[in-house]
């Protein structure tokens, strides 16, 4: 069976920076479509960033564009999600989500995703 294993969540003062790692468990990224949610008081799957398993586009949430960055390693197994500049209202849990073959138009739907991780915690203090 396939899930997702994210790492790499932790605590950390506003303004700096943790890289989250995600990796497939039962298959390999090479394909695979990866996108990171996270989960907040005020929402249960809000959409962060995805990069597609084909091409390597990126595209971001308006709220983390020009602070986070999500790149793939794929002879390392392994998708990052750089974040910097960090905000308290960054802090959540992060979930990884792969997906075989989500169309454009729902990267940013948690419906599109057939797998997932446990989550990890990020937590920013003021």
């Known amino acids: 069976q396939v899930h997702m294993v994210e790492s790499g969540g932790g605590l950390v003062q506003a303004g700096g920076s943790l890289r989250l790692s995600c990796v497939p468990s039962g298959r390999t990224l090479s394909g695979l479509t990866v996108a990171w949610f996270r989960r907040t008081a005020e929402k249960e799957r809000d959409f962060v960033s995805v990069?597609?398993?084909?091409?390597?586009?990126?595209y971001y949430a308006d709220s983390v564009k020009g602070r986070f960055t999500i790149s793939r390693d794929n002879a390392k197994n392994t998708v990052y999600l750089e974040m910097s500049s960090l905000k308290p209202e960054d802090t959540a849990v992060y979930y990884c989500a792969g997906s075989r073959g989500a169309i454009l138009s729902t990267l940013r739907s948690p419906d599109a995703y057939n797998y997932w991780g446990q989550g990890t915690q990020v937590t920013v203090s003021s």
């Open positions: 990069i597609r398993g084909n091409g390597g586009h990126t």
